[in-house]
């Protein structure tokens, strides 16, 4: 018997000295080539880049992952216990892997053989896999994993650690983060969250998608218990707190509005600037805070002339038909019978334009109107009219966009089945009021523009608009465009003017002037825009103010 005991003894020494001198060589294996942990000390989560207006109102924000880092010591403790007690109840004890999880994993697996295998790694290892290795589920990677924890839990606090895991970690619906998370779910700061909010933040962690309480409440009602039992387990809270933590409802509230300016083209070459200065990696994750010299209520009339200016030009050469056409529409067509039709032609083909204008089917043709249908119930209304005053200036146009015959009725300008645009209008031309749920045709323009307002001073930009929608085409005409400056060129030449002595109250002709090119070439006689009388002798300053094209010093004039 004693001799049988011996000989266990001996193999069970042997078998330990093998299976550590296994581990050891694993260890040693695997730690060639690892990722510097020190790099985590220089930590630069990837956080928004936001553009401001001048006035402070936001622009817009640019990320690959939404994320506002907060320090550990601005977290509240009840959040860090939640998230300990979830993820890794001994965390402040054990030195970079719970061997106890490690081994209850391993048991739970081998007993399970079907089921999905439990990892077992902590808070530590969750860090050296998040920001120094990859996802791939290996028993290589899980050893580095381990032998990186280590070196981490010897270099860093277990609060520096709590930071970057808390800072780092994808929370589900584009989340990352506590502190985005709890605005984007809850519409509150991480001091405003509740014990039970806490815990379904925690509870994400193991699987964001199926603990999502918008897609598997019961399952999310289950793990934020799960975590709240935990929680009490290991004394964070009372037996109170956590039977009214159970009973409280989880509320999610969308985040508040972020009130912003309305500056697409502008932002867009904002964003182009900084992408050549910073590049993508700067731009999406370095949090910039860009302060710009828009200012949105001169943008917000810029946009408003720009498209007046269109819409003027574009109806001055006619109607150029519907917007599309539903094909085999009949008058008086009931519901169900067109409306699916439509609702394609709104996906294929979405509408840019002012806020105000809708998409809308026609339905009736009458004497003295159109009848309308498919504008969206906010409208107050499915349905409106046209009153055939609100079609007038729908005039034909001919093959060179020459205006022809005015219609005389609206069946001149449109039939039933046609899609057109539309804006609901209050009062006519003469400030009467219309009756309810009246419209008035509009038309996309069919050329386009560009405006930029400077301020001469110091040339700050203070309005860009690049065209009629951003929506419609990114292409900025303000800046891209391969254009002829016109009368921008001006100032120039007056600028030459006075460096050669004129001053703006110089007096100038503003008189006709020929110029013989010789070689039998006829005679080049430049006029005024419009072919305007030239006004005589004029300041330099009266000159450039109304943008003359004939302004000659009197010596010149022949």
């Known amino acids: 018997m004693l001799k049988l ?36 000390a220089d930590y630069q989560p990837a956080t928004v880049s936001r553009l401001y207006a001048a006035d402070g109102r936001l622009l817009m924000e640019y990320a690959r992952e939404k994320r506002v880092f907060v320090p550990v010591a601005a977290m509240p403790k009840r959040l860090l216990q939640a998230f300990v ?24 697996n081998i007993a399970n053989p079907g089921k999905r295998p439990e990892g077992a790694s902590g808070i530590t290892q969750q860090v050296a896999k998040n920001f120094l290795l990859s996802n791939q589920a290996t028993l290589a990677r899980k050893i580095r994993e381990a032998i990186l924890a280590f070196r981490i839990e010897e270099t860093y606090s277990k609060e520096r650690i709590l930071e970057l895991y808390l800072n780092e970690i994808y929370l589900g619906a584009g989340n990352y983060g506590i502190a985005a998370a709890a605005m984007n779910y809850f519409d509150r700061s991480l001091g405003e969250l509740s014990l039970s909010e806490m815990a379904y933040l925690a509870a994400l962690p193991k699987a964001p998608n199926r603990y999502s309480i918008t897609k598997n409440e019961k399952d999310a009602y289950y793990r934020r218990d799960y975590v709240l039992g935990r929680m009490r387990g290991d004394g964070y809270i009372s037996a109170a707190e956590e039977q009214a933590a159970k009973a409280e409802r989880l509320v999610l509230r969308k985040r508040g509005v972020t009130e912003t300016a309305q500056a697409d083209f502008f932002s867009e070459e904002v964003r182009r600037n900084l992408l050549a200065a910073y590049g993508e990696q700067g731009l999406y994750e370095g949090g910039l805070t860009v302060s710009t010299t828009l200012d949105p209520a001169i943008q917000k009339t810029s946009d408003n002339a720009l498209r007046e200016g269109l819409i003027a030009y574009d109806r001055r050469h006619g109607w150029r038909g519907p917007y599309a056409k539903i094909a085999e529409m009949k008058d008086g067509a009931k519901e169900g019978t067109w409306e699916e039709e439509f609702a394609r032609i709104q996906q294929r083909r979405p509408m840019y334009g002012p806020e105000s204008w809708r998409l809308a089917v026609v339905t009736k043709v009458e004497a003295a109107q159109a009848q309308i249908a498919g504008l969206a119930a906010a409208e107050g209304a499915t349905e409106g009219t046209i009153p055939f005053a609100e079609m007038q200036w729908a005039c034909a146009t001919g093959p060179n966009q020459t205006v022809g015959a005015c219609p005389s009725r609206p069946a001149n300008v449109v039939s039933v089945g046609d899609v057109v645009v539309v804006e609901k209008l209050e009062k006519n031309a003469a400030g009467k009021p219309y009756p309810p749920n009246t419209y008035g045709l509009r038309q996309i323009p069919n050329v386009n523009g560009a405006v930029v307002v400077m301020d001469p001073r110091d040339g700050r930009i203070l309005a860009m608009s690049g065209g009629w929608s951003y929506g419609m085409s990114q292409f900025n005409r303000a800046v891209q465009a391969q254009r002829q400056p016109g009368s921008s060129f001006k100032p120039f030449v007056y600028l030459a003017a006075m460096d050669s002595g004129l001053t ?55």
Do not use: C
Not at 21 to 39: E, M, N, R, V
């Open 85 to 108: 007690a979830a993820e890794d109840q001994r965390f402040f004890t054990h030195p970079g892997v719970d061997l106890l999880g490690v081994l209850r994993a391993s048991l739970s």
């Open 5 to 40: 005991f011996k000989i266990l003894m001996a193999f069970g020494l042997a078998s330990l000295i093998v299976g550590t001198g296994t581990i050891a060589g694993l260890f040693w294996h695997f730690s060639h080539g690892l990722p510097d942990h020190k790099q985590l």
């Open 504 to 558: 703006p109250s110089s007096i100038v002709l503003d008189a006709p002037f020929e110029f013989d090119p010789g070689h039998g070439q006829p005679i080049w006689r430049p006029g005024n825009y419009g072919n305007e009388e030239p006004l005589g002798p004029v300041t330099v300053r009266n000159g450039l103010e109304k943008s003359r094209n004939l302004v000659i010093p009197p010596s010149s004039a022949r």
